[in-house]
């Protein structure tokens, strides 16, 4: 992937100022890390949808600020709208291109459908993770990971995180024992186990509201019959 750049330009307005920044398409942001100090700027909405929509939440992304430096980030924290969910702020962090940075990677799932434990419909493969955290230097963090279950062969197997395999210079930074995915065994009830089933007076099986009423003998039709209530 090629190197995602965002400009970014100094900002002097703060508070709910920000609101008229951002109905002029400029969204503020913040810079922080590596024993600097904090730095407010912002940037144009556009630019910074295209450089998250690149970049995701693993790869790393260098502010360039009007001033002429260039410094490598990674996005810890998107802030969004609670109701149109337009970015409203983001946080960058400076990282150390050789230094190792902590990043949750997406995990992906193959092979489910190869899995032995799932033949015939014993089971189902259940993800239990969504992403992974990981350590490496920023630009080896990959975009996703991606874990073939193709190797659970029983009912109840399952992958831990300590098992998952990841690319050179990327390693575990999370629990071992996180469950990534199993194969469960299937809750299905037919059908018709889930009927109701009403029993008459003298025991005989009665159909629904809408069936017809299973009466043992014939229907009574004399006139010494009593009649029904009105």
Not at 30 to 53: F, I, P
Not at 88 to 114: A, K, N, S, W, Y
Not at 154 to 182: Q, S, Y
Request: hydrophobic share 35%; charged share 30%; proline share 6%.
């Amino acid at each position: 992937m090629d190197a995602v750049t965002l400009e970014v330009e100094v900002r002097t307005t703060f508070g709910k100022k920000n609101r008229a920044l951002r109905r002029q398409g400029i969204t503020p942001v913040h810079m922080y890390g590596l024993n600097e100090d904090s730095e407010s700027l912002q940037t144009k909405e556009n630019d910074l949808r295209v450089a998250l929509r690149t970049a995701g939440r693993t790869t790393p992304i260098t502010l360039k600020s009007s001033d002429g430096k260039d410094t490598v980030t990674i996005v810890r924290e998107i802030a969004r709208h609670a109701v149109t969910g337009d970015i409203q702020h983001v946080d960058f962090q400076r990282v150390d291109v050789e230094q190792l940075v902590e990043v949750p990677v997406p995990i992906v799932l193959t092979g489910q459908e190869e899995a032995p434990g799932t033949a015939g419909g014993a089971g189902v493969v259940t993800q239990g993770s969504f992403e992974i955290l990981v350590r490496a230097k920023p630009f080896d963090v990959p975009s996703e990971i991606v874990v073939d279950c193709s190797i659970l062969d029983t009912i109840d197997a399952a992958i831990l995180a300590n098992e998952v395999k990841f690319p050179t210079g990327v390693e575990l930074a999370g629990p071992e024992d996180e469950r990534i995915a199993w194969v469960q065994p299937p809750r299905v009830t037919a059908e018709e186990d889930l009927a109701p089933v009403v029993e008459g007076e003298e025991g005989e099986i009665l159909e629904d509201a809408e069936g017809e009423e299973a009466v043992e003998g014939e229907e009574d039709t004399s006139s010494d019959a009593e009649p029904e209530e009105s």
